[in-house]
């Protein structure tokens, strides 16, 4: 989360799951909550039906949270900065915010503040096209809340203008002081399972575990201590570089652990030549999928179910994980794999278990330097935890910053990179539905999830569909500049008039083979939520009954 | 909010007004017995947990009736005991006696207090229901005949998932618990979350995988954390030669609290796919093409060693890229970026968090 990194100096959901169901004020924007993280989502029901929490949705599309919410802003797809932006001019001309937090912990905030001054309710609500009152509703519902919460997902970070989207919810949160308490904190929910621990770990380009810049000598030289060797001070490549960079015969050999470019990854054709291209792949999974196809040694990972070891949720909660059963057939865990690999290449790992591999970890990670697997067994630590006598951290900036002051960034509104016009008048988004999870590596080997929901599906709202004369059932073929598509269609008010949305989960209608890879410029995520596509009928269901 | 004191079973005991005597009963260590009362949600539909009050002429249900100052509470007379014997008549009265092959058997509610009680069948000969097996979605079966309508499930949908999808239906006899226009759930807002199937006491609702999988008590039971997003819910995974059998989560569970998704209660099944991977593979056909052959670890990893070796010293160490995974453990992830550091010599490691 790179727009939390810069102003507050850890990109971490700040607050606790548990605070939920006990603030006074939950903001949703970009998360999906109730499909994508669905206890998250109930806890903030649960606040809601006690009358607690006033909930405020912001988001394209009806989500079944909208069903909770006071309010329910329906901003056009690609508009959430000005509708940020917008609601913190209201709240600064109407006095809502809280001048001592601004004084005492934040630095930035006159420049904030001159730039949203151009953000007038009317001109924000002729961009997002929600109403002046609406906005100026949820600007007071979120401000005068004693206790508020943000919460957002990958709605707000998947747009060349991810980074801004995030600078402008912590400009809100900081300007009312809702961050740093208990009960009020802005809340990146991370997808994955265990995408947290990953970046914790330090498997990102530009940080060793723990957060500690690879440009940092200190921090390089107390893990070339430990590790016994030298360590690389140039920041690597991420994970759409590389792929760039194998197409063009720079990177020559890559060794990829439990993921699936080759779906997941938005402009997907261009992720199967870069793998086409390589002189040597190794694909380490439990499933071949479709990344391993292209490999040269393929290696049988153990699943969740067959490893001991730990993950990191989206609250910073270290928990267990335990082996339940045998590893299936020749399976390892890879922890095993990967300590076979270097051993061979001249450098032993011999852990025995896990649990000695997270002693080293507490040992050069300072946020994880008092975990240790005999502390975690009932409810697990909340990281940053320090040494054997921290408890844990519950939220986080309770005093200051982790960067010290919280720092204000100004970000102006841009356009999506890519918009409708005549020839591809449509806008096209992605996500995720409850029953599936990613490229669907997992869930769609799963039987009942795979019954429940089989196959790909287009939502268009009513109004589109007579425009495009399509009907439920019917067959579309969806083109955008870069490939086409096919899935079946589902008319649903749920989709706003002039957006089709389309899930991730289905390989043989890859809506990744639509989307663009522009890529928001800090963050490098790509722009998953915005593209423009044309739609076409290329199969009528017949009419049934008769 | 103030505190009162009374007495049970002679126990002086303490408790919040607006407690329940149930609960009171409970935090003092005193456990009367119940159907239909869930962990705060109190129907007083089942009456089993009736109890005497001093100075009330009618037996209490005590879930639903709030404690006060110096009442004197008997949680087991005769008169009580009679009371809850009748209960459980009336409810096997209607029940197939079948519980030697019943999959619930162990974990059952009924089957417990009618062994307690000393039930062995019912002197109430009525009419009976003969409903078929409902067996209309991919997770678990609704068996109407073991129903006892204690409604555990509708608050569990209602109040705990918020979603709705089931109620009571139809009076008297052809009462039952249904959605809407009693339409499979598959067309209903069903989420399938299962936590109906979790808080149904008796083998009304029992998870499909389950079924001849092994007896309760043979379940050996593994904590651990959910596979698919990052709330990072609890797990119990029952496990059974070397099989998941189903899965569940304990009430107390930190994040989740006694609640799962579909994917955490049902969708763990990938794991015993037959898709799955099995063996190290080595290419023998195109690349894209998909066509292998098996090798020995030993094969496999000394290639793999090899070949990066030699990438690394033709080419030098940033022409070698890895991909670690958000689904793989902390370890395995601080694993592979040392790996990739300090063995290949490069800071090209990243993985899809960003996706
Ligand atoms: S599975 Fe969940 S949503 Fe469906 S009926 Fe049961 S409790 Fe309700
Ligand atoms: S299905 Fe189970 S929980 Fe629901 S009413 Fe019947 S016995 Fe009670
Ligand atoms: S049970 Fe559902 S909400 Fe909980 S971690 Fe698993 S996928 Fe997420």
Request: proline content about 5%; charged content about 25%; hydrophobic content about 40%.
């Amino acid at each position: 989360m790179a727009g939390l990194a810069t102003t507050f100096g850890s990109g971490a959901m700040t607050s606790s799951i548990s605070e939920l169901r006990d603030t006074d004020c939950i903001f949703v924007i970009g998360s999906n909550t109730s499909e994508n993280h669905p206890i998250i989502g109930l806890e903030v029901m649960e606040g809601v039906r006690h009358g607690k929490t006033k909930l405020i949705v912001a988001d394209p599309r009806r989500i079944r949270m909208v069903d909770f919410a006071s309010l329910w802003l329906r901003q056009k797809p690609g508009t959430d900065v000005a509708l940020l932006n917008g609601l913190l001019n209201i709240i600064i001309l109407e006095n809502l915010v809280d001048t001592e937090f601004i004084a005492g912990r934040t630095e930035g905030f006159e420049e904030v503040k001159k730039l949203v001054a151009e953000y007038t309710p009317e001109t924000t609500s002729r961009i997002t096209g929600v109403p002046v009152d609406d906005l100026k509703e949820a600007a007071r519902l979120y401000a005068k809340s004693p206790k508020a919460c943000i919460l957002f997902a990958m709605g707000i970070t998947q747009h060349t203008t991810g980074t801004d989207n995030v600078m402008a919810i912590a400009n809100l949160a900081m300007a009312t002081g809702h961050v740093g308490k208990e009960g009020s904190g802005v809340c990146p929910l991370r997808g994955q399972n265990n995408v947290q621990g990953a970046c914790d770990m330090g498997a990102l380009p530009n940080v060793l575990p723990g957060y500690q810049p690879v440009t940092d000598a200190a921090a390089r030289a107390k893990l070339e201590q430990a590790w016994g060797t030298s360590l690389p001070d140039k920041p690597g490549l991420t994970l759409m570089e590389m792929m760039a960079a194998a197409e063009h015969g720079k990177v020559r050999g890559m060794y990829i652990m439990g993921e699936e470019p080759a779906i997941n990854d938005p402009n997907s054709t261009h992720v199967r030549a870069a793998l086409k291209k390589l002189d040597f792949l190794v694909v380490q999974n439990i499933f071949l999928g479709e990344t391993g196809k292209y490999a040269d040694v393929v290696l049988p990972g153990a699943s969740f179910a067959e490893k001991d070891g730990t993950f990191t949720n989206t609250e910073r909660r270290i928990q267990r994980v335990r082996q339940a059963i045998p590893a299936l057939g020749q399976c390892k865990p890879d922890w095993v794999i990967t300590s076979g690999i270097a051993s061979r290449m001249g450098y032993p790992m011999n852990y025995r278990h896990p649990s000695e591999i997270m002693e080293e970890i507490a040992g050069v990670t300072p946020i994880y330097g008092g975990v240790h697997y005999d502390r975690l067994d009932k409810s697990g630590l909340q990281w940053p935890c320090r040494s054997r006598e921290d408890a844990g951290t519950k939220y986080l900036h309770k005093d200051s910053f982790s960067r010290g002051k919280g720092k204000f960034m100004p970000v102006a509104y841009k356009e999506a990179f890519e918009l409708p016009d005549a020839e591809y008048p449509i806008i096209f988004s992605t996500g995720r539905i409850l029953y599936h999870w990613h490229g669907g590596t997992m869930s769609r080997q799963s039987k009942g999830l795979a019954e429940i929901a089989p196959e790909a599906m287009v939502e268009i709202s009513p109004v589109d569909a007579a425009k495009l004369k399509l009907a439920d059932g019917d067959i579309a073929e969806l083109a955008s500049r870069r490939g086409k598509i096919q899935a079946k269609v589902k008319v649903t008010d749920e989709s706003p008039d002039g957006v089709a949305f389309m899930t991730f989960h289905f390989t043989e209608a890859p809506a990744n083979l639509l989307t663009v890879d522009a890529l928001d410029p800090v963050a490098k995520i790509p722009e998953l939520k915005v593209c423009a596509i044309k739609m076409e009928k290329v199969w009528a269901k017949p009419a049934s009954g008769e | 909010m103030a505190t009162v004191s009374f007495t049970i079973d002679g126990k002086n005991v303490m408790a919040e007004e607006g407690t329940s005597l149930l609960e009171a009963a409970k935090s003092a260590g005193i456990e009367i017995p119940h159907l239909c009362y869930m962990e705060g949600l109190a129907t007083g539909a089942c009456r089993l947990c009736v109890v005497e009050v001093e100075g009330q002429k009618n037996l209490a249900a005590s879930c639903v009736f709030p404690v006060a100052n110096k009442l004197v509470v008997k949680t087991a007379t005769e008169r009580v005991i009679r009371a809850r014997k009748n209960v459980i008549e009336l409810l096997l009265s209607d029940h197939p006696l079948d519980c030697m092959t019943c999959e619930k058997s162990g974990a059952c509610g009924l089957e417990k207090y009618a062994y307690e009680l000393g039930v062995t069948g019912s002197r109430f000969a009525g009419e009976r229901h003969h409903y078929p097996l409902d067996d209309t979605n991919p997770f678990f079966f609704r068996d109407y005949n073991k129903c006892i309508l204690c409604g555990r499930c509708v608050l569990a949908c209602n109040d705990v998932q918020f979603v709705e999808a089931i109620n009571f239906a139809h009076r008297g006899f052809g009462c039952k618990i249904a959605a809407p226009y009693d339409r499979s759930l598959k067309d209903s807002t069903c989420i399938f979350c299962g936590q109906c199937v979790a808080s149904c006491p008796t083998g009304a609702l029992v998870e499909k995988s389950r079924c001849a999988a092994g007896r309760e008590w043979d379940l050996q039971k593994v904590t651990t954390t959910c596979s698919y997003c990052g709330v990072g819910c609890t797990l119990e995974l029952s496990v059974k030669d070397g099989r998941i059998v189903k899965v569940t989560t304990p009430a107390d569970a930190v994040v989740n609290k006694g609640r799962l998704c579909v994917k955490g209660r049902f969708g763990w099944d990938y794991v015993h796919s037959p898709e799955r991977l099995t063996a190290p593979l080595i290419r023998v056909g195109e690349k894209g093409e998909g066509k292998f052959r098996e090798a020995t670890w030993d094969e496999a990893l000394d290639l793999v060693a090899r070949k990066f070796s030699e990438i690394k010293s033709e080419s030098g160490s940033d022409s070698l890229a890895c991909l670690s995974s958000a689904k793989c453990t902390n370890e395995e992830n601080y694993l592979v970026q040392k790996f990739v550091r300090a063995v290949l010599g490069t800071n090209n490691v990243d993985h899809c968090a960003r996706l």
